[in-house]
């Protein structure tokens, strides 16, 4: 698995955790640095299944072989490229046949809900018309439409298989609010909505799943 953008690791620990051999491409030395040192604590089994790669992930032709992956994950990174399409088609081509291209991006169609719900309502007008918003941390970012990435995945070959909403009621939630007691409803109900039409294409996340080849 080849995982596009991995920050701090989550996934891809998860992953190697779970048996995967999973290679990470991250454009910020500071990032990989705190993965390896996560990596650091554990075993050596699930350490030596983790290769990281500093390089920016619209270089993967200068990294791997076409059809190198089973699975591609870029999962948050979407968001800072300013030109989705030649990074999507970079990851489509090594992705072998069948395998899953895994995309995590900011919601553009519902861009207008945070602000909208928080009473922001000057932001909330703005969101309408234009993919741009300031992060959580402040950072001046972008949002992508389902609609326009369906397009593109279909020109890269490797067609939008499934999608799902990601954060439909938790969206507000504060970054330190902590695990609540009741996580498992919470995780329940979101997962539900998730795969819930009209709930999911209100998500502030979309989760689309591209197969390579796929019909
Ligand atoms: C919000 S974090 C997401 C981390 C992880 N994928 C996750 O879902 O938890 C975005 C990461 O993408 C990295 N990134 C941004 N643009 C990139 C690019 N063009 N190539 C490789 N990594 C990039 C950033 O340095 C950062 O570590």
Known sequence: ????????????????????????????????????????????????????????????GAHFLPGAFDVVLCHGVLMYVPEPDPMLAALARVLAPGGLLSLLVRNADALALRPGLQGDWDGALAAFDSPAYTNRIGLSVRADRREELTTTLTAIGAPLHTWYGVRVFTDLAPDDSGVPDDWDRLLEAEDRAGRTDPYRAVAALLHLCGVRGGA
């Open 1 to 60: 698995m080849l995982d596009v953008g991995l920050g701090q690791g989550t996934q891809a620990l998860r992953l190697a955790r779970a048996g995967h051999e999973v290679t990470g491409l991250e454009s910020d030395p500071a990032m990989l640095d705190a993965v390896r040192e996560a990596l650091s604590a554990e075993p050596a089994g699930i350490r030596e299944r983790v290769r990281l790669i500093e390089g920016d992930g619209r270089d993967t």
